[in-house]
């Protein structure tokens, strides 16, 4: 069996970037409640922005929808303004957190050693880390994609053990995909979800790249979920645009069951 082949769970995750204040949190989570309760076949998570977490950590407890952070400073406390730490996150009932994100790598100076130290913290604060990567339009022209890809794993993941890693999920978003309604052709996609695969089954033993899973972040709709969700190696999405509005999210977790 290649790692491709085996089945893994697959994982929605909604990132509502910085939309939706506490009150249209908490409405947003009540609809998302009423539709995803109960349901067992897809893991799903939403990542409110920090103040609105404690009120749609409180909607959704027992719902089985996860709650993450969208960010995390690596450092547990200290003089650091304006940020939030791990600890803090995992006290309020959060599980998961965004890490890498391209955003905050091109608008809030997030290096590589500065996401590697992110996902670290996260491992020691009992966060499960969703660690995105991809490439810039200019680097894919220049066919630099696949290398641009690597060295954010590498530089990311490289100091993990086999044992830390099936903790991490991988969300591949291409910088050019992201909020441009451009989304990756499934077969664009799959090919980097099969090289990122690949690069984890040349480092790791085999039931570190079966596992591990890999989410595709990037336009993602409920009209292009399903052709996205099929390819061998897509294990989900990690969505922006369409997690804001209950039934286009709704859409995206359907097509992946
Ligand atoms: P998008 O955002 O779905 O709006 O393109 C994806 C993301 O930034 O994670």
Same mark, same amino acid.
């Given at each position: 069996?290649?790692?491709?082949?085996?089945?893994?769970?697959?994982?929605?995750?909604?990132?509502?970037?910085?939309?939706?204040?506490?009150?249209?949190?908490?409405?947003?989570?009540?609809?998302?409640?009423?539709?995803?309760?109960?349901?067992?076949?897809?893991?799903?998570?939403?990542?409110?922005?920090?103040?609105?977490?404690?009120?749609?950590?409180?909607?959704?407890?027992?719902?089985?929808?996860?709650?993450?952070?969208?960010?995390?400073?690596?450092?547990?406390?200290?003089?650091?303004?304006?940020?939030?730490? =791990?600890?803090?996150?995992?006290?309020?009932?959060?599980?998961?957190?965004?890490?890498?994100?391209?955003?905050?790598?091109?608008?809030? =100076?997030?290096?590589?050693?500065?996401?590697?130290?992110?996902?670290? #913290?996260?491992?020691?604060? =009992?966060?499960?880390?969703?660690?995105?990567?991809?490439?810039?339009?200019?680097?894919?022209?220049?066919?630099?994609?696949?290398?641009?890809?690597?060295?954010?794993?590498?530089?990311?993941?490289?100091?993990?053990?086999?044992?830390?890693?099936?903790?991490?999920?991988?969300?591949?978003?291409?910088?050019?995909?992201?909020?441009?309604?451009?989304?990756?052709?499934?077969?664009?996609?799959?090919?980097?979800?099969?090289?990122?695969?690949?690069?984890?089954?040349?480092?790791?033993? #085999?039931?570190?790249?079966?596992?591990?899973?890999?989410?595709?972040?990037?336009?993602?709709?409920?009209?292009?979920?399903?052709?996205?969700?099929?390819?061998?190696?897509?294990?989900?999405?990690?969505?922006?645009?369409?997690?804001?509005?209950?039934?286009?999210?709704?859409?995206?977790?359907?097509?992946?069951?």
């Amino acid at each position: 069996m290649t790692p491709s082949e085996s089945r893994r769970r697959p994982f929605i995750a909604g990132n509502w970037k910085m939309y939706k204040g506490p009150a249209e949190a908490d409405a947003l989570a009540e609809a998302l409640k009423r539709t995803l309760t109960g349901q067992a076949q897809v893991d799903v998570a939403v990542a409110p922005p920090f103040l609105s977490i404690p009120t749609v950590v409180a909607r959704l407890r027992h719902s089985g929808v996860h709650v993450a952070g969208q960010n995390l400073h690596p450092e547990p406390s200290g003089a650091f303004t304006g940020e939030i730490s =791990g600890e803090m996150l995992r006290q309020v009932g959060v599980t998961y957190c965004i890490v890498g994100h391209s955003e905050r790598r091109a608008l809030f =100076g997030d290096t590589d050693s500065f996401v590697e130290k992110k996902v670290h #913290a996260c491992l020691r604060a =009992g966060l499960l880390p969703i660690l995105c990567v991809g490439e810039t339009l200019d680097e894919r022209e220049a066919g630099q994609a696949d290398a641009v890809v690597s060295r954010q794993l590498a530089a990311a993941l490289g100091k993990l053990s086999s044992d830390q890693l099936p903790s991490v999920t991988i969300a591949y978003e291409p910088v050019w995909a992201i909020g441009t309604g451009r989304v990756a052709t499934p077969a664009q996609a799959q090919e980097m979800h099969a090289t990122i695969r690949g690069w984890l089954a040349e480092r790791y033993p #085999a039931f570190v790249p079966r596992g591990m899973r890999i989410l595709y972040g990037g336009s993602v709709k409920g009209s292009n979920a399903a052709g996205l969700l099929s390819q061998p190696d897509i294990d989900g999405a990690l969505v922006g645009g369409a997690s804001l509005v209950a039934e286009d999210f709704l859409a995206i977790v359907a097509a992946a069951k």
